[in-house]
C-alpha cells in the first residue's frame, strides 16, 4: 500500500483552480439563478432552501 501525502497548500490551490473553472464555465446559469431569486424577494415571496448535512 503507497501512502500520499497531500499538503494542505496544494490541496487549497486545486480546490481554488477548481471553483474559478466552475464559476467561468457556469457564470450564465449561476446569473440566470441569482435574477431568479432577486425576483422571488421583490415580489416578497419565499425561498425555501434545505441542507442534508449536519448544520444547524
Do not use: N
Not at 486545486?14 to 457556469?26: F, G, P, Q, W, Y
Not at 435574477?35 to 434545505?50: E, H, M, N, P, S
Request: glycine share 8%.
Amino acid at each position: 500500500m503507497t501512502t500520499t501525502s497531500v499538503g494542505a497548500e496544494s490541496s487549497a490551490a486545486e480546490l481554488l483552480r477548481r471553483l474559478s473553472d466552475v464559476a467561468s464555465s457556469s457564470a450564465a446559469e449561476v446569473g440566470a439563478a441569482a435574477a431568479l431569486f432577486a425576483d422571488c424577494v421583490r415580489a416578497d415571496g419565499v425561498i425555501q432552501a434545505f441542507g442534508t448535512g449536519h448544520s444547524q
